[in-house]
């Protein structure tokens, strides 16, 4: 049961992340007209006072995902902070992930982890440490294994696909509009309201809509006015409420599965 919680919790990741994982996807989206992206070109007689009374480009629901995508070129790793409510109780997801290949290494602490879970996953393996464990102890759960928590698990991979995670975004989006510009953690960040179609994004994924999902789902999203990383996200479903923050972008990480003595069985 506590992994089937702490799989859902991370399945949320990715699409608040948007398109973190398919930041190093460089091929472009056929069959659609994204407009022409905004280019600063410098040349000689480019002056401080030029640059300074340059028209402030804000984007639009055809340029924003091109410009994150642009943004998180390159950047293969971040760290999150997770942050659900539900039913008045509070959730928090803290780590480290890499997109290409796909690794998490997470600290979960709330009721629906028994106080506090730990979990690594590495090469579609996933090691869970949990509270009824010695501390630093892991559990081994191989998706292709007859494990109960087997199933769970494989679910869990396929939502982190990054490839299914930039298409459902893709198919599902359906404005992007710019709020406001703001302050950070004294980084300059612009401030969107971006609406996915739920249906759209959930086929693109290859499942059905739950009964009782909204039509429609608004992610507050903080960008960075001038790298275009995504710094916070904000948004609510069916009585949960979720905010997610990044960081540390591109920097190097290593996520490393637990040495085998520390691996036991049930």
């Known amino acids: 049961m506590k992994f089937r919680a702490a799989a859902a ?17 460089d091929k472009p989206e056929a069959g659609r007209d ?20 340059a028209p402030v480009v804000h984007l639009n629901t055809a340029s924003f995902l ?6 998180m070129a390159g950047k293969n790793s971040v760290r999150t902070t997770l942050r659900m409510v539900a039913g008045g109780q509070t959730m928090t997801v803290t780590g480290v992930q890499t997109m290409n290949p796909v690794a998490m290494q997470l600290d979960m602490k709330g009721a629906a982890f028994d106080g ?8 579609d393996i996933a090691y869970l440490s949990t509270s009824d464990l010695p501390a630093g102890k892991y559990v081994k759960v191989d998706p292709d294994s007859n494990d109960p928590m087997a199933a769970t698990l494989g679910s869990m991979l396929d939502e ?16 992007a509009q710019y709020i406001k510009t703001e302050t950070l953690d004294g980084r300059k960040v612009d401030r969107y309201a971006v609406t996915v179609d739920v249906a759209a994004a959930m086929k693109a994924q290859g499942e059905k ?10 992610y507050t999203i903080w960008m960075g006015s001038a790298d275009r990383l995504m710094y916070k996200v904000v948004f609510e479903m069916q ?8 960081s540390d972008w591109g920097k190097p990480v290593t996520i490393k599965a637990p040495a085998a003595k520390n691996i036991v069985r049930r």
């Open 9 to 25: 919790t991370v399945a949320t990741l990715p699409l608040a992340l948007g398109l973190a994982a398919c930041g190093n996807n």
């Open 34 to 53: 994204w407009g022409k992206m905004p280019a600063a070109t410098p040349t000689a007689a480019t002056t401080a006072e030029s640059l300074k009374q």
């Open 66 to 71: 091109p410009a994150m995508k642009k943004g």
């Open 116 to 123: 506090r879970m730990k979990m690594i996953l590495v090469k």
């Open 160 to 175: 982190l696909d990054p490839t299914k995670t930039f298409d459902a975004f893709d198919a599902g989006l359906r404005r």
């Open 209 to 218: 809509v739950v009964a009782g999902m909204p039509k429609s789902l608004v």
């Open 239 to 246: 009585g949960v409420s979720a905010t997610m923050t990044a």
